[in-house]
């Protein structure tokens, strides 16, 4: 009886843990879709926007690069880009390079 109290307590514990992972992916997946939606409407052609390397930051910031076209249709190469919210999205190309670095270090690494 013990033994089957314990497997059962066990099970539900490895369920719990399961279900706190699987939101915290859904959670990241959200922010990260977020992120890029806020990063194509900064771009010329957002529809072309490729991503990479994107990650969660510091505080639940998205964070990662973008290759964009410029005016163009040229991709101009991955840049990196923040995305806190819809006015506080970031690409490395619209401040200084080292403003972009200090937030980056701020809220990416």
């Known amino acids: 009886m013990r033994l ?3 497997i059962a307590l066990l099970l539900a514990l490895a ?3 399961k279900s706190a992972e699987q939101k915290q992916r859904e959670e990241a997946a959200t922010l990260t879709s977020l992120g890029e939606k806020y990063v194509r409407e900064k771009v ?3 529809g072309q926007a490729q991503f990479r390397n ?3 930051g510091k505080g639940g910031a998205p964070c990662g690069e973008v ?3 410029d005016a163009f249709g040229s991709y101009i190469g991955f840049q990196r880009y923040i995305s806190v ?3 506080l999205t970031v690409l490395a190309q619209d401040v200084t390079p080292a403003e972009f670095e200090a937030q980056w270090r701020q809220l990416c690494r």
């Open 4 to 6: 089957t109290i314990t």
């Open 15 to 17: 369920a719990c843990g």
């Open 44 to 46: 010329l052609e957002p």
């Open 54 to 56: 994107q990650f969660i």
């Open 67 to 69: 290759n964009a076209k």
């Open 85 to 87: 919210a819809r006015d």
